[in-house]
């Protein structure tokens, strides 16, 4: 569920655009006033009030953003402004740049999408970049990594409610046996991982958990430092349980030294009107901290007042 | 460009719909009369058919024509009634189910489509079988084929004008070096042909004639009993010249001891609204005998009489 706390009555969208015009003009930005609208209205909205700017003003809203707003208060707006597609393109297309074997961005896109949100994205990629996200992603990425992002970002997965139960369990035989043999990239597992149904996955991992004892996951955590290892347990996390991955994503960025702002701003502007609510409910849970108080305390200024929005609070 | 013969006034949807109900009932089926609509109507105006069949008598009517035709005639009506996409999803379904490595029509459908209308195959399989057509391929199909046909089968390609010059040379070199190292199957061969765009591909293609002093299908030839080598002949035809690879498809079925009355059928009813006619004229070049005559003489009866009505001539 959104987080998003949006106004009983809402200005029109040309109201709201003027208002952000205003709030570029004069002396210096009035980032207060763009928080207040654009931090309170859904996709919907947002996407509305772009297209009011551009007829008004006869500039992308998101030009107007750059040029008055800087840093994490920057990226975070624009992210926000985005509709979901372009900006899973756009998150796509800054971690297939900097690609390191310990970035989640593409994983968690190709995972916790929708079939139909993920191809989306795709589609979205290839207009603004004129090239496809696979034809980036293989020649940007490496090794073992490849072999499973560029399935994973490819997927069309059913999202019926038909499993096979005799097919999960030999599936989930299958797994073990190559976990066993510590072949971690042998392509049954990234057949199995890329191809079937996120269900057919819950319900190979439960006859995985129920015939060898323990939860694949336990299984995938034999050298922690592996960061394909690691990257499997992301992806299974991202099938079965997203909120929770979601949670635990935010929960080490903020407790590094030095906040990981960029993924918190990717889970906070992606899950926002999806299941924020959830993620923040478990990371209360698992912290005995408010989301929003934990937030606060790791960041600063314009920055924090749009989490905090966003998180559904009133950024006082 | 289509072959289609489509009668200046064509009945309403209905009107078309009872006839072809009328040609189901009564003693034998009126195969003529089936004929007589189905090949001489667009595809906009059989899916109105369908959908007036369907409103009318409460029944698909691919069910109707499954009950009344037989063999060879009945395969070439049902694919030619559905929409592409379905038609793609069916063609692939049964190419998956019975996968050998010298079947062209998961290439022929992988390389010839536009991305969208591979993606709408993709979607409509998925609705159809409640499985994607990766899960299904990874599944059946094996080795190095495997390796190339679920990435050319889920790619979604750029599809703009932008070519890249220096790109195209050292992808031509890549390739050089892979095919001289007898490599086939090496990674960059995979990546290069199942991510890059059709005109990047034919930019890198020429690079390596200019480069090397001939086509790279000259360097596919090394071995031209092997089925994989010449799976990525096919390959590369089907994006340069996908009318010559067709020319060249319904050739070797007709010229086989037995007719490939699949594959004829398949390229028929595909292309007919496609390219068709430029397909006719370049088997007239190669084999001085119109494709009408020689289809005429390969096939027989109702089977016979419709694929002419596909290639625009008047079945007598």
Redesign the interface.
Known sequence: MSTLLIPSHVPSASEDAEQLRKAFTGWGTNEKLIISILGYRSSEQRRKIRQAYSDLFGEDLLKGLEKELTRDFEKAVLLWVLDPAERDAVLVYDSVRKWSSTNRALLEIACTRS?EEL?AA??AY?VRY??????DV??HSKGDF?KLL??LL?????E?P?VNRTLAKSEAKLLHEKIEEKAYAD?EII?IL????KLQLEATFNAYNNEFGHPINKDLKSDPKDDFLSALRSVTKCFTFPQKYFEKTIRLSINKIGTDEEAVTRVITTRAEVDLKTIKELFYKRNSVPLTRAIKKDTTGDYEDFLVALLGEESA
């Open positions: 079939s191809f795709r589609r290839l004129k090239r496809s996200i696979e034809e293989a020649v490849k560029v399935p490819t997927a069309y997965r059913y019926g038909e392509e057949r890329t191809t079937r149904s």
